[in-house]
T-cell receptor
C-alpha cells in the first residue's frame, strides 16, 4: 500500500506567494524525486535528490532531502499562474537500486492571478 | 517528437474485453515501467522491466500482463477488463547511469482507459 504521506492535498494561493509542500514516510528512502503533472499530461521531473541533507534548486523551485532520510520538501517561490498543476513526490527505498518508485498522493496547486 | 509515446491516448471498452496499451521510447533506456493513476492515490506501479529478458511484478499486477518486445517497446495487457481498471495509465523509462544510481523516470503522456 501507499507508504508516502504527502501534504497538503491541495492549495489555493495568490499569485506571488511562496508555496511549501512535503512528503513523509515511516521508512528510509535513498532517493527523493519531485514531479509536476499538468492536466492531460504525464508527470515531468522537477528535481532529483540522492543524498541526505541535499538541497537542490531549479529556478524558483527548491527541494531538500531530509536528514533522517524519511522526508522531503518542495518550495516554490513567487508563484505564477503556470505553476498550477499536481505535484508528486516519489521515493525509492533502500537498499539497492531497484528503480521501483513509490509515489505520494499528490498536492494540487491552484494559483489565483 | 516525444521521447515516450503511448497508444492509444483514450480508449473505452466493455467488461470482459482484452485490451493492449502500447508504449514506445526513443531515449535508449533499458528500464521501462507501467503505472496506473487513480484520483487521490497518486501513481502505483503495475509492472517493470529492466531489460528485454527481465520483467517484474509491481505493487498491483493482478489482472494485468506485460510484454517487452524490444528495448524500445513495452506493452501492457488487460486480459479481461473490469470496471475497476478504469484509470489513467502511464508508461515510464529510466536509465541506470554508470556514474551511480539514477532513478529519474520519464513519463509518457498517458492512456485514459474506461471500462464500462
Amino acid at each position: 500500500g501507499q507508504q508516502l504521506n504527502q501534504s497538503p492535498q491541495s492549495m489555493f494561493i495568490q499569485e506571488g506567494e511562496d508555496v511549501s509542500m512535503n512528503c513523509t514516510s515511516s521508512s528510509i528512502f535513498n532517493t527523493w524525486l519531485w514531479y509536476k503533472q499538468d492536466p492531460g499530461e504525464g508527470p515531468v521531473l522537477l528535481i532529483a535528490l540522492y543524498k541526505a541533507g541535499e538541497l537542490t534548486s531549479n529556478g524558483r523551485l527548491t527541494a531538500q532531502f531530509g536528514i533522517t532520510r524519511k522526508d522531503s520538501f518542495l518550495n516554490i517561490s513567487a508563484s505564477i499562474p503556470s505553476d498550477v498543476g499536481i505535484y508528486f513526490c516519489a521515493g525509492q527505498r533502500s537498499p539497492g537500486n531497484t528503480g521501483k518508485l513509490i509515489f505520494g498522493q499528490g498536492t494540487t496547486l491552484q494559483v489565483k492571478p | 517528437d516525444a521521447d515516450v509515446t503511448q497508444t492509444p491516448r483514450n480508449r473505452i471498452t466493455k467488461t470482459g474485453k482484452r485490451i493492449m496499451l502500447e508504449c514506445s521510447q526513443t531515449k535508449g533506456h533499458d528500464r521501462m515501467y507501467w503505472y496506473r493513476q487513480d484520483p487521490g492515490l497518486g501513481l502505483r506501479l503495475i509492472y517493470y522491466s529492466f531489460d528485454v529478458k527481465d520483467i517484474n511484478k509491481g505493487e498491483i499486477s493482478d489482472g494485468y500482463s506485460v510484454s517487452r518486445q524490444a528495448q524500445a517497446k513495452f506493452s501492457l495487457s488487460l486480459e479481461s477488463a473490469i470496471p475497476n481498471q478504469t484509470a489513467l495509465y502511464f508508461c515510464a523509462t529510466s536509465d541506470f547511469g554508470l556514474a551511480g544510481p539514477n532513478n529519474e523516470q520519464f513519463f509518457g503522456p498517458g492512456t485514459r482507459l474506461t471500462v464500462l
